[in-house]
């Protein structure tokens, strides 16, 4: 493809994609294929010779695009949103031009320097306190893992009583004797698939209880540390959670911390989603005692309108943080190597994007204000969906939004508590079948709920209230007044 | 930003791309910028109020531009390339409008079957053998980490004498005893970090003995499994590289598998960079004995025109693979679950970006045909310059390539052994502070030696030609004919 091509089918797809984040409210949220249908219009085998770039957009248009859920549709209240902007596409364009691997500061001086800048701007923004130093992960699922690995070097070099001594990075775990890690019921999977990883072992995390508020019960893990250092076992890393996945419940943290303090274990918080809304200074309660925590996670591609992926992820002493994973071959080393910032020692990867760009770009373009002011209108919305909920006699909150997220169940009279949860989820499968609007469910206490977000950049109050309308329409359809089952 | 906004900057965009991408060699490859220079120049606070998109596109110029080392450039000779490609510019700017987070195939149909289409024409495309499934891993890294972890948890389920057992993803590693995982010298950096990071301790990870032609020597691996396990160690894995960093050495795949098959230890291949050139038929020797393996890794974000992040990862044995990954909670629960395939379960993170597309959008465009021709001349390229440094006189091919990389230094008369690494370490500055090419440096058996590779996608033959006169230039200034000491 040469320079001309290029440049007539950029600006062809960029009208394109115009027009579809114009239009996108247009497709079906949710991608109305079966398994198989799209991999049945895929050839079996590369081709030989080259096809012209006209071909490829078209089969892009009419194979590919008729098989995607809409993620940037307005009417996307599934799981956490990864919401994304003009702004941060604007950047995506110019780190795929600019293709640089940002491993090391030689190899990206400025995506190193942004980098570290920016991080510090969502420092301040978000409230957390001076002398937490942060790096772009990819996800809060490997932000977590890094933690947990620092974590479990800590407590282990700890246990050969040298303070900072030799941990199992170097000795191997089958000499630590046995480590635990510490997370609430409601905490999200990552924790025991990182404790898995890490290789605790998923016996060793201790899964404490939640209060009715879905907020880990200090008392309860003191008393399993406890337990366990009773044992023999050492007590690694606690994650706390703020805006738990299912629910949105938030740990205590500074009743958490303090355990942590008293037993010298390290405190991680994953605040993937809801990290976002500490913008907003009336939120900052939620992270009241971080000063406790070793490391902080939050998302901005979930909910602060930067592309995925772009996990912020912070701790309190970087030089601890990067002996974990710092490893120097020769084919690495470099003459300003000990004097600047590596990336690559941050984390499991040692190629990395620039992904600092579209940060600048976001940040820059809405301004803090304009950030402020989206989060807010989300949180809004929520309430007045929670409040439109809970005066229809026929469905029932089950979980009042904190911030954006709330869960529901319609529950027709003369139905059954038994049949409510085949119900509700008959009802999930009709309204994201129907294209129109994406929910997702979880269990509260077992209890099958319907589970619904607000946090697209393009999601207005009307998109709420037309879901609200279809949702209870869809319910009644299925379940009219009156009758006794389900059809 | 609104819609008429974004689509004035995007066409704008284009034009800066397509003219980045016709000029870049007018850059300097290696930004000439000292360390902390660009931070000096960006803001410390975030704006309250959003600034005019015009604002920041002008300051990335202006700012982040001269900060950045120039991967695309045709004279970047240094590490391995990331060479991309107009189709995959084209492809990631439709992955980031789309923005899709494609975790499971519920979320994403299209990208996941796209995804799996994509890794079975590279299979074909590079010669691996039938049974092979991949998904694409951010990182070659991220990839041999799951190896390992899968490695790991073979080993420890063995041990307990069940076949397949509870292994250590249950208990933890403390009750697995001691688990050992061998690579050669010249391995990647990233064996030993994942060693770490998988909790077998850097103490058990054994590194074997390469020959003159910087292969693992295989009777030496067997000789240190068998004193491992006689020991009461657990061999766990060995990763065999096909083109190792420093000076592209080669492992023979089918002897090592044959003690791996021996010792039922988990063979991995790190064929990071190598692996590209596998779509050459003539090439296909670097692999003979990859159907004893369990594992595969190859980049094609570093060799094959595709935009980082993109590695092709495959393993033999899926369902094996997948249960050291899964786990399901409530809300990621959905109705075809079970009968799909579900990315997430194949490795470290939860959320994915859509990068199938890239390759798709490459693979048509060039063809394999065009693929073949690009990669045959960089191998080419590479070759010639060999020829002209083993005529210099003053010159020293230090490791002649077999594909596109080669060591050499320069070694002036009159200059005593003792001071040519600093000689070709103070020339190796002056080259890349040139800015007319970045070259990069390892060690070969104690001697410093300046790596060159070739393989960014818009070299030619006369900026290899240029880069070697220029090198000779800056050694013979440095070191002029007759001289007893460097200036």
Known sequence: MNSADFRRHAHDLVDWMADYLDGVEEFPVKAPVRPGEIAGRLAGSPPHAGEPMATILADFRSVILPGMTHWQHPSFFAYFQANSSRPSVLAEMLTATLGAQCMMWETSPAATELEGRMLEWLRQMIGLPEGFVGSIQDTASTATLCAILAARERASAHGVGMGVGVGVNETGMNDSGVLTAYCSVEAHSSVEKNVKIAGLGRANLRQISVGDDFGMLPADLDRAIEADLAKGCRPACVVATVGTTGVSGFDPLRAIGEVCRKHDVWLHVDA?????????????????????????????????????????FYVRNPAEFVRVFDILPEYLKTRDGSSVTNYRDWGIQLGRRFRALKLWFVIRSYGVEGLQQLIRSHIEMAHSLAEDIEMAEDF?????PVLSLLCFRFRPQGADEQSLDEINERLLQTINDSGKLYVTHTRINGTYAIRFVVG??????RHVREAWTRIQDLARDLWPAGRSAPD
């Open 396 to 400: 029932e909150l089950l979980r009042p």
């Open 456 to 461: 697209q950049t393009s999601t207005e109050p």
């Open 272 to 312: 993937a989603w809801a990290g976002n809304a500490l913008v907003l200074p009336e939120m900052r309660w939620m992270i009241d005692g971080v000063e406790l925590a070793d490391s902080f996670v939050f998302n901005p591609h979930k909910w602060l309108f930067t592309n995925f992926d772009c996990s912020a």
